[in-house]
């Protein structure tokens, strides 16, 4: 028999605190750039600036909640994981009004810009493969193409694009008819959001060459195992020995 591949294992609860640690930075960061505010936190951003009373933080945790209440729809039935996604989401907005307060005050020039967005957009491609690998409720704004692309059986890559895109829309919408102009927008959240779904699939195909995730929700988890075996690989090793 060929040896069996194995993988470091990463339990998905620390895989989902790096999520919403990250992607708020990365959501923030991309803000500071200059070049637009990320696809995904652009509606709660819109909100933001036409109804200024509430913090981009608050605003995205009731946009995140309308987007579980979607899903709960499509579902056509209650998913209690679903809420537990929401109680992360508020996390994450509670996360990006921290960050906000540091993030503000990073010193702005053309290559710092070209830097920052450049990081931002790492950041998010890397969070939200991660997210979607920690077998845990994550944050609703990654959730809802990854629950999507599963109920309609589209390629996530399409689900991912399409939504950013939406939210892009939508943002333009509300910022154009409620300021009279256009804000949050620009080269880099268009560039995001037309080439982020493919980013992201990229970058979970680099995390699973290397780790495999187990949580205290996933039925392969193992209790005296450092390590995961890659179930796919060891079926296809079984077979052909």
């Known amino acids: 028999m060929k040896n069996e591949t194995e993988k470091t294992v990463m339990r998905g609860e620390l895989a989902l605190l790096m999520v919403v640690v990250l992607n708020s930075l990365g959501v923030l960061l991309m803000l500071h750039s200059g070049s637009g505010i990320s696809a995904i936190s652009s509606v709660p951003y819109a909100f933001r600036k036409v109804m200024p009373w509430l913090t981009l933080g608050t605003w995205t945790y009731i946009f995140q909640g309308l987007l579980v209440c979607t899903l709960m729809l499509m579902r056509k039935k209650f998913v209690p994981t679903y809420l537990f996604s929401f109680v992360v989401g508020f996390v994450f907005g509670e996360l990006m009004d921290l960050h906000e307060l ?97 980013g992201i699939v990229l970058m979970g195909k680099l995390l699973d060459k290397k780790f495999a995730f187990v949580s205290v929700l996933s039925p392969e988890r193992r209790k005296n195992a450092g390590l995961i075996f890659d179930r796919k690989k060891l079926e296809k090793n079984v077979k052909s020995s």
Request: hydrophobic letters at 50%; aromatic letters at 12%; proline letters at 6%.
């Open 102 to 198: 540091w993030i503000t005050r990073l010193p702005v020039n053309l290559p710092l810009r070209v830097l920052y967005f450049v990081l931002s957009y790492l950041i998010l491609c890397f969070g939200i493969a991660l997210s979607n690998r920690c077998k845990l409720p994550i944050v609703p704004t990654d959730l809802f193409p990854r629950e999507v692309s599963d109920i309609t059986k589209v390629p996530y890559s399409r689900i991912k694009i399409g939504f950013d895109v939406t939210c892009l829309m939508v943002t333009a919408l509300l910022t154009f008819f409620g300021l009279g102009r256009i804000e949050g927008l620009g080269i880099g959240t268009v560039a995001a959001a037309f080439t982020m779904g493919k």
